[in-house]
């Protein structure tokens, strides 16, 4: 009986230790220091070129993050750095929607990442405009060269009649 009572807790001793040997192997049997990279959130920075006259465009800054269940935390309309205005949407979208001078070759704004986890991270968004490079200029032929006032912006001189 002793016999019988020894093979027997043998056999649950080398079960076990062939199950621990499987989960071990597996990555089933993990410790405390365990990898989170399912709960890690990598905003990832943004650069999006503008036409000027083309504020309806929509972009996404979740687009390029990594995470599960993104989400932007700060929505609504954003001022930008230079003082441009942004309506962003919690699922990333957003839209610049009061443009800067174009004189500005560039705009910036920064937004939180959010995963279903609440781990969050931080990126910055640069905006670049294509900016029209025509202009009206003052001539001695137009229709109003007496009367018209001129003035000279950046590279161009526009004209208005008055």
């Known amino acids: 009986m002793l016999k019988f009572a020894f093979d027997k807790w043998m056999k649950v001793l080398c079960i076990f230790t062939l199950v621990f040997f499987v989960l071990s192997m597996t990555g089933a049997a993990c410790s405390s220091s365990s990898s989170t990279s399912k709960y890690k959130t990598d905003?990832?920075?943004?650069?999006?070129?503008v036409p000027a006259s083309q504020t309806s465009k929509t972009?996404?800054?979740?687009?390029?993050?990594?995470?599960?269940?993104?989400?932007v935390v700060?929505?609504?309309y954003i001022t930008t750095a230079k003082g441009g205005k942004v309506l962003m949407k919690s699922n990333g979208a957003f839209?610049?929607?009061?443009?800067?001078a174009c004189s500005k070759k560039s705009d910036s704004f920064t937004y939180?990442?959010?995963?279903?986890?609440?781990?969050?991270?931080?990126?910055?968004?640069?905006?670049?405009?294509?900016?029209?490079?025509?202009?009206?200029?003052?001539?001695?032929?137009?229709?109003?060269?007496?009367?018209?006032?001129?003035?000279?912006?950046?590279?161009?001189?526009?004209?208005?009649?008055?």
């Not at 972009?59 to 989400?71: I, R, T, Y």
């Open 43 to 49: 905003a990832i920075s943004d650069t999006y070129k």
């Open 112 to 162: 939180k990442a959010v995963n279903r986890y609440g781990a969050y991270d931080t990126a910055k968004v640069t905006l670049n405009f294509k900016c029209s490079t025509s202009c009206s200029t003052c001539s001695k032929t137009s229709t109003c060269s007496k009367t018209s006032t001129c003035s000279k912006t950046s590279t161009c001189t526009k004209c208005s009649c008055k």
């Open 59 to 71: 972009f996404n800054v979740l687009a390029n993050d990594k995470g599960s269940g993104l989400k």
């Open 74 to 76: 700060t929505t609504g």
């Open 95 to 100: 839209s610049y929607v009061k443009p800067v």
